[in-house]
């Protein structure tokens, strides 16, 4: 299986919602908030809110479009976003379908339908293909959209996936969620944060950027799956913390730090929620073999981590991401 580099600047079909894909790469805004005695933790705030031409979302309707009318997917999608509440993070609205191809909507142009899914890990279809006029969104709000990172013998790594923002990555991600196996994908690469980064990912001034790169590498190339390539979805810096595809994957990996170095070079489409990164740091800290990757100094796994995705069990009570 081939290896994917991290430069030193650094489906065969795909769930309903997912399935059909065509967003523009948007923005991920990082903020920090002290965490007490766990210090300095990172909460994400997404400024993401595009959605699905030629898409129609099915759900229980919590606003009717026959009464709410906007001027643009993007309003639509907020006006959902809006429902959720500021505190607990509960959306009375979870998924939008928003009419805005004025000659095909006719009288409906501008239509936006807030709805409620039974499932928002498997949205439910109504209708898709070039003939539909529907453009339709997906929101999670707090506890939802979280998925488990089974590792075989070191416990699981949660991590919340970003819909909005990389949906191409997200359809794969729950395809392999779907089938409660994902045969075949590891992990294969660990390095250390070394001297470069302290131990909530800052940068040490004037120390180099590695190696060690400060990361865990692997694949989520699926026997029996097919895997697309999936083409840059978010543009944003890489922190401790972000899951991102190399290049157009299958290959990822989840960064111990803060890499404002990479500048805008990965595609993230999910990040470890904090509490979890301990089980980051721990493979990070596994025997390894130097290898050369173009003339790049890496540490290779002596032993593969095997992974599957798993949705959380009824005990996993996750609520503030």
Sequence with gaps: MG??????????????????????SCPIVYMYLSAGEKGEELVRSFECCKGIEHLELWGD??????????????????A????CNATKGECLCDSWVFCGHRDACGIQFGECWLKKQKDT??????????????????????GEGIVGLETSGYGVIYIKLLPECAPHSVSYILELLA???CPGCHFYRAESRGSAWDLEGH????????????????????????FDKISKEVSSPIYRGSVAWVGSGP???????????????????????????KIVEKIAQ????????????????????????????????????
Excluded at 80 to 83: A, M
Excluded at 258 to 266: D, S
Aim: overall charge positive; proline content about 4%.
């Design 121 to 142: 890990l498997d949205p439910e279809l109504r209708d898709s293909g070039d003939k539909v006029m529907w453009t339709s969104g997906i929101i999670y709000g707090k």
């Design 286 to 321: 596994l025997p390894t073999k130097p290898d050369l990757w173009s003339n790049i100094n890496v540490s290779i796994l002596r032993k593969t981590v095997d992974l599957r995705f798993r949705r959380l069990n009824s005990e996993d009570l996750i609520t503030q991401y």
């Design 251 to 277: 290959e990822f990996f989840i960064s111990l730090a803060n890499h404002n170095e990479w500048k805008n070079e990965y595609s993230v489409f999910g990040f470890v929620l904090p509490e979890y990164m």
């Design 203 to 226: 940068h040490i001034k004037d120390a180099p950027f590695g190696p060690p790169s400060a990361l865990i590498q692997g694949t989520l190339k699926a026997h029996e799956f097919i």
């Design 80 to 83: 959902c976003k809006d429902t």
């Design 3 to 24: 290896r994917r580099q991290i430069s030193s600047e650094l489906i065969r079909h795909s769930r309903s919602f997912f399935l059909i894909l065509g967003l523009v």
């Design 179 to 181: 089938t409660r196996n």
């Design 61 to 78: 309707a919590v606003k009717w479009g026959s009464d709410f009318k906007l001027d643009s997917a993007q309003e639509c999608c907020k």
